[in-house]
């Protein structure tokens, strides 16, 4: 059976429409009415350290709209020896999750300092995450679990968000990770 040049452009606007509507970004999941992420933080036994000022001329985060933007950040007050270097040479996937972890952890002081309340988050809408990390180093999004699991547990499916996670041949002093972040805040 041939189809006719209408049907064909027929069929491809339908599929397109259907795409587009597939593509519609869909709201969380509605959390329950106790959504509190700094009581959670707390029930981790996390507290969010003091900020600590930027290394060269940037700010940590700045707010447009309901949109916050959390600069590269890596896992603040942790620059002694041990705890620097490259994934994959001086340091393990292990070492890297926990970075990751540590490094989500400083985002969220970032965020809460320019926010206020966190739960004024919507939503953790992007991740970038940067591993440095040797050439032939390839468990990138393992070591960006550290950020991604700790925002999961924090906000629910609040936390759920799109991400990168990519390798760097080198990061600020030394660092195992570089973290950014998109946040939808509360209209």
Request: charge should be negative.
């Amino acid at each position: 059976m041939t189809m006719t040049l209408h049907a064909r452009f027929s069929l491809l606007a339908l599929l397109l429409a259907l795409a587009q509507v597939a593509c519609v970004a869909q709201p969380p999941v509605a959390d329950t009415p106790a959504y509190d992420p700094e009581a959670r933080l707390a029930e981790l036994g996390i507290e969010l350290p003091a900020r600590s000022p930027p290394v060269a001329n940037y700010v940590p985060a700045v707010r447009s709209g309901n949109w916050v933007f959390l600069s590269g950040m890596g896992p603040c007050a942790e620059m002694q020896p041990d705890k620097l270097g490259k994934l994959g040479a001086e340091r393990s996937v292990e070492d890297g999750y926990r970075a990751a972890r540590r490094t989500a952890v400083c985002l969220l002081a970032a965020l809460k300092a320019e926010v206020g309340d966190l739960k004024n988050v919507h939503r953790i809408v992007r991740v970038f995450g940067m591993v440095n990390a040797t050439p032939e180093f390839s468990q990138h999004p393992q070591v960006i679990n550290g950020a991604s699991d700790l925002l999961v547990a924090v906000f629910g499916e609040r936390g759920r968000h799109a991400r990168a996670a990519v390798g760097m041949a080198s990061l600020p002093f030394n660092i195992p990770v570089e973290i950014e972040m998109l946040v939808e805040l509360e209209p």
